[in-house]
């Protein structure tokens, strides 16, 4: 490099760009995915292909469109991870044209209206889920109870196929409400909890993923694992997971203490539905979650509640996609009200007080430069 | 006329009530989500248009500036009354869809923004012409948005346009896909937004286009 060549701020780099965050969060989510491919079988995998096939496609034709360079664009990896986490988030054997709206929704209106990656108020895929839901109420909440491809109840790759674009529907022997959507029909026939939960809820299996829902929604150790492993990495905080999750353990743990026949217990609420999932790879997204570490703790206090208030007393049983989009729509005057302190400044704005030992720099007094140079 | 020229393709396109001037769009959101509701509901807009633009017109000398605004609302909500009440009398059907919207459109702004901002400062005959544009232009887009919406939503075109407009008008009703599981989404208040937003983006980039050729036109011409 010669003398007289300048490299603009930031001098200080950790190497982390756009596609290393996606792979790290791609490959937390991962060994949740291939669970879910266990328990599914095929059709879970055509349904993951076809979503992320898509968006891939619409990220590729808007980018076109606008004019912009396609490759980077494509390659970064943020479509890719839209395409698996609304795949996560959809019943498994959901037919193929719901993948397909899905993950274009997500991309287009989600993200690529706004300006593209790094534009979008709302999260791109719970948005298309939220949007999949309330057009089709009845292919959204047709769940099944686990096939894994070892008990010999599993379509073949053939069927897989057949089922995902629709030509052979799950038959009644193998859909079965997801224990949130079960408690919701019992507790509306006034049925207690206590003669609801028995033989249908075990919190163990809850826990392993032995239970139907979403493909994200099972095994909550794995999603939990995957959520640390970014944690540990930094990819993510802890504000908004430890704010989520907290508040609907305090907000459960206060109702079940105060009648346990009528709203159920903390471990429920923890180990079922995508809250897991919601907690550590949803609502963290950076584009669309507050700045502020406070802030941030506010939005995913906010997305707890919401959960808790829409799962308990909502018209849905379960309310992650609706509390994410809600809060992100929050995020803006969340960021208006809590700022995060300007770097060398006070809280009030002020320039910080400069300790009388750090005036010079180690680095500047070992090489002789003056630090103000 | 030129002039009259100007008014049209203003009314139309270049300075259309929804797709430019983005007033309207409460009746928009509420009624488009069939082709026969937007085209309804466009209709009855236009008549009104042109008979308070008439009116405010050929008032406009004895019209005081200062309280003129009173005057207008004075005058419009008598001339929607009177749309109400004949739509009630002789096109029932329709009353009984659109309902509440039709004395909405007292309130829908650019009937009171082309009485303030033409009519009242341009001759009758123009002022007329004015009303017909926009009415008509309004009621363009409000059908195109309502097309898309019911395409998209439930697969139909102009379902119930015989209610509208009389038995002879049956040919209109199209059914795309017989056994369409509907696209609820399309059909709430959020498809409107949705449908809106992408008309606009391709209007622009229509008008874009045409700009472009016209430049290169130019370009050629002072080549040549």
Redesign the interface.
Request: glycine residues 12%; positive net charge; without cysteine.
């Given at each position: 490099m010669s003398a007289n060549s300048f490299a603009g701020a930031p001098h200080a780099h950790d190497r982390d760009s756009v596609p290393r965050l996606m792979g790290a969060v791609l490959l937390a989510i991962l060994p949740a995915t291939v669970y879910g491919f266990f328990l599914f079988g095929w059709p879970a995998f055509n349904l993951l292909a076809i979503t992320v096939l898509v968006g891939l496609l619409c990220e590729a034709g808007c980018l076109w469109l606008a004019g912009r360079p396609i490759r980077p664009g494509v390659m970064d990896g943020s479509a890719l991870l839209t395409g698996v986490l609304l795949a996560l988030s959809l019943p498994p054997w959901a037919p193929w044209w719901i993948g397909a709206i899905g993950a274009g929704f997500a991309v287009v209106?989600g993200k690529q209206?706004f300006g593209g990656t790094g534009q979008n108020i709302f999260n791109p895929a719970m948005l298309a889920r939220v949007?999949l839901l309330?057009?089709?109420?009845v292919e959204m909440t047709t769940w099944l109870t686990p096939h894994p491809w070892w008990s010999g109840t599993a379509p073949g790759w053939l069927d897989g196929w057949l089922i995902t674009l629709g030509y052979s529907t799950a038959t009644d022997g193998v859909t079965g409400a997801t224990i949130l959507g079960h408690v919701r029909t019992e507790l509306g026939m006034n049925h207690s909890l206590g003669q609801i939960l028995p033989g249908h809820y075990q919190a163990g299996a809850a826990a392993l993923g032995w239970t139907g829902g979403s493909l994200g929604e099972t095994a909550e150790w794995l999603v939990l694992l995957g959520g640390l492993w970014l944690l540990r990495r930094r990819v993510i905080t802890w504000h908004i997971p430890v704010g989520m999750l907290g508040a609907v353990l305090v907000l459960a743990s206060g109702f079940h203490l105060l009648d346990p026949q009528r709203f159920a217990d903390p471990v429920l609420h923890l180990l079922s539905g995508s809250l897991m999932l919601g907690a550590f790879f949803i609502a963290t997204d950076p584009v669309t979650s507050p700045i502020a570490p406070l802030g941030q703790i506010v939005f995913g206090v906010g997305c707890g509640v919401l959960v808790y208030i829409i799962r308990t007393w909502g018209g849905y049983p379960e309310g992650v996609a609706f509390a994410v989009v809600l809060m992100n729509a929050a995020t803006p005057l969340i960021d208006h009200y809590i700022r995060p302190r300007a770097y060398g400044r006070t809280w009030s704005g002020k320039p910080r007080p400069v300790p009388a030992r750090a005036k010079q720099s180690p680095l500047a007094r070992k090489s002789g430069v003056d630090a103000r140079d | 006329m030129n002039d009259y020229r100007g008014i049209f393709a203003d009314g139309l396109w270049n300075n259309n009530v929804v797709f430019a001037q983005m007033l309207a769009l409460c009746p928009l959101m509420a009624v488009t989500s069939t082709a026969t509701n937007g085209l309804g509901m466009g209709l009855a807009t236009t008549a009104v248009l042109l008979a308070s633009n008439v009116v405010v017109a050929s008032l406009r000398h004895w019209i005081a500036p200062e309280v003129r605004i009173p005057v207008y609302v004075l005058l419009i909500a008598s001339l929607v009354t009177l749309a109400d009440m004949a739509i009630n009398a002789w096109l029932h059907e329709l009353y009984k869809v659109l309902g509440l919207f039709i004395p909405l459109i007292v309130v829908n702004c650019c009937v009171l923004g082309r009485a303030e901002s033409f009519a009242s400062r341009q001759p009758v005959s123009a002022a007329a012409a004015d009303g017909l544009a926009m009415g008509l232009g309004l009621t363009l887009a409000l059908v195109m948005i309502g097309a898309c919406r019911e395409i998209l939503g439930s697969a139909t075109l102009f379902s119930h346009a015989s209610l509208l407009l009389g038995p002879a008008f049956t040919f209109l009703e199209i059914t795309l896909i017989e056994d369409y599981?509907?696209?609820?989404?399309?059909l709430?208040p959020p498809g409107g937004f949705?449908v809106l937003?992408f008309l606009l983006a391709g209007k622009r980039v229509i008008e874009r286009v045409a700009e472009k050729r016209e430049v290169k036109e130019e370009f050629h011409c002072s080549v040549q």
């Open positions: 209106v209206v949007m309330v057009s089709f109420p | 599981r509907g696209f609820l989404l399309m709430l949705l937003g």
